[in-house]
């Protein structure tokens, strides 16, 4: 069976990308057309966030997903507690990112990314990693305020430890 070298050579490198941004990160490879469930290419959290991500590459012709393809992304992302993203790498680019509801929807119901939408609209790799340490943050906010609630640290406590 040679399925897409071009492809997995790709979401290879992305797992790579990622992995080196500091995130714990896997390729699903019984994602796509290999299997009846609907998985998507790469997982990648940093215990702030986790990102379930459809990968696609072109030469530079405009990318399309199928209205399946992103309905799959989303209702695997939501059940695994991950936030929905699609990673699109054109030749000689970055890898950009997109939550699905940002992408252009086509008359009939797919979904398409532009070279030039990617360059100037998509996350980094690095939007990514600043997302989750934002979230981090936040949930540090609220396990402070929950240790407050507890007792388990005094209102003083807590405002010096969130200066």
Known sequence: MPGNPKGDRRERELVNRLDEAGFAVMRAPASGSSTDRELPDVLAGDADVFYAVEAKSSS??????????????????????ASPKVGVRF?????YFFHPSDLHTTDGGNYRVKK?????????????????EEAGSDRSVAEVLNAVEQGVLSADEAAEMLE
């Open 60 to 81: 530079g012709k405009p990318i399309y997903l199928t209205g399946e393809e992103v309905e799959a992304l989303i209702y695997f992302a939501r059940n695994f507690g």
């Open 116 to 132: 030039e939408t990617a360059i100037e609209d998509g996350q980094t790799i690095e939007d990514l990693k600043a997302a989750g």
């Open 91 to 95: 030749d000689r680019e970055d890898w």
